[in-house]
Nanobody, 123 residues
Framework: QVQLVESGGGLVQPGGSLRLSCEAS????????MAWYRQAQGKQRELVAK???????NYADFVKGRYSIARDNGKSTVSLQMNGLHPEDTAVYYC?????????????????WGQGTQVTVTS
């Protein structure tokens, strides 16, 4: 199965920046959508930003102008640059990807999640 490995979370003061990264495992034939979601304690998971294979991006209103998503199709990676962080940005951030992967000689669809990385914004 496809695995996504995240890195880059941590503790930062309000107004600070963090960069999250996510890499898909080998065996991926194609990646369609790559995205970042977040889930704050006691709340539902919500979309933060997504990016298509062609680089078309979409952001949640609450991060527009502060976050930037990018991907490297050759390396099967996606990153999220987060600037101007607020305490309310505190959450576990999850990487998401979907597409096709090799199962033996056949191609299968997948939708995969990373394990999550904690982002805490506090003074």
């Amino acid at each position: 199965q496809v695995q996504l490995v995240e890195s880059g979370g941590g503790l930062v003061q309000p107004g600070g920046s963090l960069r999250l990264s996510c890499e898909a495992s080998r065996g991926v034939a194609s990646i369609n959508i790559m995205a970042w979601y977040r889930q704050a304690q006691g709340k539902q998971r919500e979309l933060v930003a997504k990016i298509t294979t062609d680089g078309v991006t979409n952001y949640a209103d609450f991060v527009k102008g502060r976050y930037s998503i990018a991907r490297d199709n050759g390396k099967s990676t996606v990153s999220l640059q987060m600037n101007g962080l607020h305490p309310e940005d505190t959450a576990v951030y999850y990487c998401y990807a979907d597409g096709l992967y090799y199962q033996g000689s056949s191609l299968q669809m997948y939708a995969a999640w990373g394990q999550g990385t904690q982002v805490t914004v506090t003074s």
